[in-house]
């Protein structure tokens, strides 16, 4: 059976019979997703830290179908499964999302500009800045937003209109897409509405009236500036000759804010 220490030519032929599967059985079987898990581990923990949908809904094998060198398609297009809506239709998906296996997670930083792909998801918030421009509906959306759904405080930015202002006093005046629309919400502090109104505020905290007592939002409650009419809280005291004859209280009654009794 051996030569010299070696298996005869015949020997070895059988051993091999034996070791090579019968014809078909020796096909490459396809991949499997912990396949992937086995190479692509920093990947696989990428995407589960991202825990976006491309982590949670969508397999490897989803995107990547074949692997070299037995397939060419190893990368699926994004809009093979991202169609319907306009912001897919940008193109050039990676411009903005870097990592495909997170793509919310990666969106790109200020430096690289985006706005047009921005709003085409975000189309309310468009319409918002085109009906009521200001500087900021004219900066790049990257700017402020560095990361998706990231909300950066107005106070990194802007100085407060008075030292004590902080970010929840903003907010009670200012719409961060329509920043000049003021739109007072819910009872304002007078004090903040002096930073701007310096004038009138001195001049309602020095009258004798029963105006003196009250918040400035408590007749200016509308769209700033907003000026409520006298008979919204008083009606018609007067008999109605006399209103019919003088229909501006205040040719009477001087200021509002610093009224002539």
């Not at 599967?21 to 990947?43: F, N, T, V, Y």
């Not at 297009?77 to 903005?96: E, L, N, W």
């Not at 719409?175 to 930073?195: E, N, T, W």
């Not at 109104?197 to 029963?210: E, I, K, N, V």
Request: with cysteine; net charge positive; glycine share 8%.
């Amino acid at each position: 059976m051996f030569r010299s220490g070696k298996i005869v030519p015949g020997i070895l032929l059988l051993l091999l019979a034996e070791v090579v599967p019968a014809s078909g059985a020796g096909e490459r079987s396809a991949l499997q997703p912990e396949d992937c898990r086995k190479c692509h581990s920093l990947i696989t923990r990428t995407m589960a830290a991202a825990e976006g949908r491309h982590a949670i809904a969508v397999g490897c094998l989803d995107c990547h179908p074949e692997h070299p060198p037995e397939g060419r398609q190893t990368i699926f297009p994004c809009v093979a499964c991202h169609d319907g809506r306009s912001h897919f239709g940008i193109g050039d998906c990676r411009h903005c999302h870097v990592d495909p296996h997170q793509p919310l997670v990666s969106l790109r930083d200020p430096i690289k500009p985006a706005r047009t792909s921005c709003l085409s998801c975000h189309q309310e918030i468009g319409e918002q800045m085109a009906a009521a421009p200001s500087r900021h509906a004219e900066l790049f959306c990257n700017r402020c937003h560095r990361r998706h759904r990231e909300l950066p405080g107005c106070l990194q930015c802007h100085s407060p209109h008075l030292p004590s202002q902080n970010e929840a006093d903003c907010r009670l005046c200012h719409d961060a897409h329509r920043p000049l629309r003021i739109v007072p919400k819910g009872q304002v502090p007078s004090s903040q509405c002096r930073a701007c109104h310096r004038q009138a505020a001195d001049a309602l905290a020095a009258t004798g009236t029963d105006h003196g007592v009250l918040g400035c939002s408590y007749c200016h409650s509308g769209a700033h500036p907003s000026t409520p009419k006298c008979r919204d809280c008083h009606g018609l005291p007067h008999a109605p000759s006399f209103h019919s004859r003088y229909r501006d209280c205040l040719a009477c009654h001087g200021d509002a804010h610093n009224l002539i009794r």
